[in-house]
């Protein structure tokens, strides 16, 4: 059953190490459940320290009644552009505008690092995603989307 948006505020923290098993778990579960875990899923995830926060990206948290329930990344893909990653918020915290308040700090984040995009990979059957992407200003783009094999959408937000 959702949790009443009204129930508690929600704050979106920086990650630390601590947390580096809720991320996979949070993230491992989504995966899962629509699709199947990748090479770039076991990279990341396995080690988010050393593949995200160490290569200059960002991790973001989402609490909610002392428990983490969400998460999103920021990989820095070069100078002038981050991908927003690895977004998940738990079944039970539905409702909440988690995935939303999680987008809006990745953007705010992007723009104090200075980058002029932010892009995503997606695919085209998490409709309440790509509802939540349209609605933080994300446009669809061409591409090859040879990263993920469960990638069939990019979208970008200029910066």
């Not at 329930?69 to 690895?86: F, M, N, P, S, W």
């Not at 918020?89 to 505008?97: E, H, R, S, W």
């Not at 809006?104 to 085209?124: F, H």
Request: glycine share 6%.
């Amino acid at each position: 059953m959702p949790i009443p948006e009204t129930a508690a505020p929600v704050t979106i923290i920086n990650y630390t190490p601590a947390h580096a098993a809720r991320f996979r778990e949070l993230n491992q579960a989504w995966i899962e459940h629509y699709f199947e875990m990748e090479e770039l899923d076991f990279k990341s995830l396995g080690d988010p320290d050393g593949y995200i926060i160490a290569k200059g990206g960002h991790i973001f948290m989402a609490e909610y009644q002392g428990e983490i329930v969400g998460t999103c990344a920021l990989i820095r893909v070069d100078d002038h552009t981050y991908e927003l990653a690895k977004m998940a918020v738990d079944d039970q915290a539905q409702g909440l505008k988690i995935g939303k308040r999680l987008g809006e700090a990745a953007i705010q984040k992007a723009r104090e690092l200075g980058a002029s995009t932010l892009m995503l990979l997606s695919n085209r059957k998490l409709e309440t995603a790509l509802h939540l992407y349209h609605k933080l200003g994300f446009v669809e783009v061409p591409d090859e989307l040879k990263e993920y094999k469960r990638a069939d959408i990019k979208m970008e937000l200029a910066l």
